[in-house]
């Protein structure tokens, strides 16, 4: 207690809790005044009508979604920033010379050099597809395609085993589509029919751009769009593609082989690299499926499949028509974007994607200060014995679970910033002159570099993300969260801004990532992070039933005309925002000591821990983003984010919502879970 109570008062002066009012020149907050943007507000709504309108309506109406991109937001604008930044230390890579990111930035802008290259870098992939001559032959091609970061009818990645955490595992799972989800080839409305129609022109004249005839090029992506929507059929949806429990289903490699009977699974997966050993398959089903189709398809269209796949993966490092190809189907259409992104963003992206831990090593150095990470671990720690408290407070739950629960709070592993040790890139070859090769080389480096994992102990340090991704997560069986270096920047995180903001916002973020591992699927996970059952009947029912509540209650959000929120697809993203938000005020207040919070610019405390946790959720859609992502992203959309704030009591009583409003809900109707 001693060491959670010297982290608190450290915490205050980190905030400068007692300062507020009064900052010191030069340490304003970015954000004026507070680290709240005032003139983004609409005060003509009232919070309990709509708290996303009222925190954020004047910005929501004021800004526009710039033209390269499918939304635009707070996340999107510290992207952008990071891109900038990103931008002039791969311009000194470049001059430097013996930079392999600086190489692949160099060779993914000389647009010219791509261009009259032509197709040469394609065709010997080209020719190995027309090789293909029997059953055998494709699984071999297709394992070779996979290894190359080319789509295949399979999902084939290591990673840590649930069951079994201080282990990797094969992981297999399904694959095939290209439209984003199987609703768009399943789905009977007039826009999924437009999509199907408009995917199959996009697969036609990929292969025209490759040398088919416009005819011929017409029937066989007929053939490929067919084959797809039978992959569709068999496919799980997203619901149950996101239980732990179902998506378990450890195999032998005779088991896996019977399994996906018409296709050699066995030969694919050793061609890949996996040699031996367990496998888990992901959805048993829906492998049985795919592996029928492919054993009933005729092999010239399984191996246009394998063209598109390459064509496609590859569209950015091949002549600007196959590029602007891929960006009017994938960017444009499905996405709406209006144009695509500058060459030099997406070349800063190629060069990540090669070699991310050269670039983030180089971006922590000179824009991670020391200081953020020191303050951000000990918000970590606060916000983890608010969490404790919680639990220790919950009316529903027993004694024996909570001890388990308590157990497995005490063991996260949180990591802050960066990595403690970065990858060696020194056998992977990056050259400034061919763009197409450098991506085909990065991505069989990463892959090859996985499969070597298989029969070695659980590396419980290394990341899985970049310092430069703007964005927190949780891995349930390491039992950790991970807070990059990019997302602790305003507005998310500013020392000199108001503590309350902060707290709203960075500390609900990462208090969502510890939610996380007690939301509907995290809690399926042990303090050692085994799927396994932890919870005693009646309280594993007890909190079913919560969550339940919280997934009608987004059900009937309707962003769309007749397209709402799927509270099953979103309710671990919910519970995690529901949880997060509620821990992060209890930490806020626990940071005050007794204290009363300054009022700032007519604004009380708590109004400002709510108003800085709905200005982290200022983002617009543009609509064919939005239909896609009711349909595939397990988050809500942000508006609905924001209004995660009318199940906690605090927020009434600071906005003084009341019966009769649109966001108000009687106190029996909020759900408490966390």
Do not use: C
């Not at 190995?128 to 190359?148: F, G, K, N, S």
């Not at 239980?243 to 019977?258: E, P």
């Not at 009318?646 to 906005?655: M, T, V």
């Amino acid at each position: 207690m001693a060491t959670i109570r010297m982290a608190i008062l450290w915490m205050a002066l980190i905030f400068g809790f007692a300062q507020q009012a009064a900052a010191a020149p030069g340490t304003q907050p970015e954000i004026s005044p507070f680290g709240f943007d005032l003139g983004g507000m609409d005060r003509s709504v009232s919070p309990g009508a709509d708290f996303y309108r009222y925190a954020n309506g004047t910005w929501e109406r004021s800004t526009p979604i710039p033209s390269d991109k499918p939304n635009f937001g707070m996340f999107t604008r510290l992207d952008d920033l990071n891109r900038e930044r990103l931008k002039g230390i791969l311009e000194k890579a470049r001059r430097d010379g013996r930079s392999k990111a600086g190489a692949a930035y160099a060779a993914f802008l000389d647009e010219a050099a791509i261009e009259r290259r032509g197709l040469v870098p394609v065709r010997p992939w080209l020719d190995r597809i027309e090789a293909i001559a029997t059953p055998a032959d494709y699984a071999r091609v297709a394992a070779q395609a996979l290894r190359e970061g080319i789509a295949v009818p399979f999902d084939v990645s290591v990673t840590q085993d649930d069951r079994h955490p201080d282990a990797y595992v094969l992981k297999l799972g399904q694959a095939g589509l290209g439209l984003p989800d199987r609703d768009y080839y399943l789905g009977t409305d007039e826009t999924m029919a437009r999509m199907r129609v408009a995917y199959r022109d996009h697969l036609s004249r990929l292969l025209t751009l490759a040398g088919a005839a416009t005819r011929d090029a017409s029937s066989r992506s007929d053939a490929i769009l067919a084959m797809e929507a039978r992959i569709a059929k068999t496919s799980w949806n997203r619901v149950d593609s996101r239980d732990a429990s179902k998506t378990y289903n450890r195999t032998t490699r005779a088991q896996a082989a019977a399994l996906a009977n018409g296709f050699d699974i066995d030969a694919f997966l050793r061609a890949a690299g996996a040699r031996s050993g367990d496998i888990v398959v992901s959805q048993p089903g829906a492998v049985a499926g795919i592996a029928k189709v492919l054993g009933s398809t005729p092999l010239p269209v399984l191996k246009d499949s394998l063209r598109i796949g390459v064509l496609d993966a590859y569209g950015d490092v091949l002549p600007e028509a196959f590029a602007r190809e891929r960006f009017d189907f994938h960017e444009h259409l499905l996405s709406g974007a209006e144009q695509p992104e500058p060459r030099w963003k997406r070349a800063v992206a190629f060069a990540v994607d090669a070699v991310p831990d050269e670039v983030g090593k180089a971006y922590v150095a000179r824009y991670f200060p020391a200081d953020h990470k020191a303050a951000a671990e000990a918000l970590v720690r606060n916000l983890l014995a608010a969490m404790d408290k919680r639990i220790a407070a919950l009316d529903w739950m027993t004694p024996q679970t909570k001890h388990r629960a308590r157990a497995k709070l005490a063991a996260f592993h949180p990591k802050v910033g960066y990595p403690e040790h970065w990858q060696d890139y020194s056998g992977l070859d990056m050259r400034d002159d061919d763009a197409f090769g450098n991506r085909m080389r990065a991505h069989a480096f990463a892959f090859d570099r996985d499969m070597r994992k298989l029969g070695r102990p659980f590396d419980r340090d290394e990341w899985r993300v970049t310092p430069m991704t703007v964005d927190a997560f949780a891995n349930f069986s390491a039992v950790e969260i991970v807070i990059p270096a990019a997302i602790l920047q305003p507005p998310f995180f500013d020392p000199a801004a108001d503590s309350a903001i902060n707290y709203g916002a960075i500390g609900a973020s990462i208090a969502h990532e510890i939610t996380h591992q007690f939301d509907d699927q995290g809690s399926k996970y042990d303090e050692h992070g085994r799927l396994t059952t932890w919870w005693t009947p009646a309280d594993l029912n007890g909190f079913e039933m919560r969550t339940k509540v919280l997934a009608r209650q987004y059900d009937t959000y309707e962003p769309l005309p007749g397209q709402h929120v799927n509270g099953a697809l979103t309710l671990g993203e919910n519970i995690a925002d529901l949880g997060g938000l509620a821990i992060a005020y209890d930490a806020w207040r626990l940071s005050l000591g007794g204290r009363a919070a300054p009022t700032l610019e007519g604004f009380t405390g708590d109004q400002r821990f709510f108003l800085g946790w709905a200005q982290i959720w200022r983002l617009k859609y543009r609509e064919a983003d939005l239909r896609q992502r009711l349909l595939t992203n397990p988050h809500a959309p942000a508006a609905q984010r924001v209004w995660t704030s009318r199940n906690l009591d605090a927020w009434y009583e600071a906005f003084d919502v009341r019966r009769g409003q649109p966001l108000y809900l009687p106190p029996n109707e909020r759900v408490r879970i966390w």
